[in-house]
């Protein structure tokens, strides 16, 4: 045979024995995945080239369509404050969700003895082939197939909320998002229960997130194994997508939660300037469309009595 499936488990592994406890084989991967996504935010930062190049136009591009989201969603003020973060997190997930197809990601490592079956186990080459592969520790992994990845950026997602909705709503309309005894026990019970919520949304969204590209992974894995790699390919366009549709998701949903966690109750203040706000702007576009059909009938008004 020419390789065994290697042992899999869900806690990441140290990069070597004796390392530092975060120092895994999804660290690495998570740094790189940091520093892409630094990287296209300074490229879309710079100053623009006046015959930009198809990197450049492509980047933009993305950029526009996260920002349209954002102001479509949280209107346009705080759309554009939200920006950077959905895109940060958008951008990084991706990146760290992508990883799973990259070739050779997962095929380079070493052998280990504390695998089942692995005792005695001695170091033969960094590839994962043979009959020992089973013992097999890969020296890189994807980021997002670590739970702790995902939880503390569902953790970073909810204290964001918080600050957005203090920094916006200010210190008592917050406050008064949990402890309200305006509408009597109901409303108190009402906010006791959103209170829960944003704790559970951590749960919510990180394990999503690493359910999904952690069953990917452990699906190509297998498929490579079943089929020496070839029957797999199409499960690699398969997590693509998925990876994207994921990176996605967390970050509409980090978007939604920075949206409601700027309203309160009742739908006061800040609903109610998103509201003014797209009702302006929809006046505005049917007093232009007014004032474009009106133009031609103006010279044919003194006519109409003559008519008769």
């Known amino acids: 045979m020419l390789w065994n499936l290697p042992h899999i488990q869900i806690a990441p592994d140290l990069l070597y024995p004796g390392a530092p406890i975060f120092l895994t084989n999804t660290f690495i991967l ?9 990287i296209l935010f300074l490229i879309a930062a710079r100053k623009p080239k006046i015959v930009p190049g198809w990197f450049q136009n492509f980047i933009e591009w993305v950029f526009e369509q996260l920002l349209n989201l954002c102001e479509e969603v949280a209107g346009r003020e705080n759309g554009r ?3 950077p973060w959905v895109a940060t997190l958008f951008l990084l997930i991706l990146f760290a969700n992508w990883w799973e197809i990259i070739p ?10 504390e695998a089942p079956g692995c005792a005695g186990v001695m170091q033969q080459g960094i590839l994962l082939t043979g009959q020992y592969s089973s013992c097999f520790v890969p020296w890189l992994r994807p980021p997002s197939t670590d739970l702790n990845l995902t939880v503390v950026l569902s953790i970073m997602t909810i204290v964001l909320t918080q600050i957005y909705g203090f920094r916006i709503l200010g210190w008592k309309l917050q406050v008064s998002r949990y402890i309200s005894l305006k509408e009597g026990p109901i409303g108190l019970i009402v906010g006791i229960l959103d209170f829960f919520l944003e704790l559970l949304r951590v749960l ?10 952690f069953a990917g992974d452990v699906l190509l894995l297998v498929m490579s194994f079943i089929s020496v790699g070839i029957g797999a390919i199409p499960f690699y366009f398969l997590e693509a997508f998925v990876g994207f549709i994921q990176a996605y998701v967390f970050a509409f949903l980090a978007l939604l939660y920075f949206t409601l966690g700027t309203t309160v109750h009742g739908g006061e203040e800040p609903e109610e300037q998103h509201l003014t706000e797209v009702s302006h702007a929809s006046r505005q576009r049917v007093e232009r469309g007014l004032g474009h059909e009106a133009t031609p009938a103006t010279p044919a008004t003194p006519a109409t009595p003559s008519a008769h």
Not at 104 to 113: M, R
Request: glycine content about 6%.
């Open 81 to 83: 404050r939200f920006f």
């Open 204 to 213: 919510s969204l990180s394990f999503r997130l690493f359910g999904n590209i």
């Open 30 to 38: 998570t740094i790189v995945s940091a520093i892409l996504v630094a």
């Open 104 to 113: 050779f990601v997962e095929s380079i490592g070493t052998k280990t003895t």
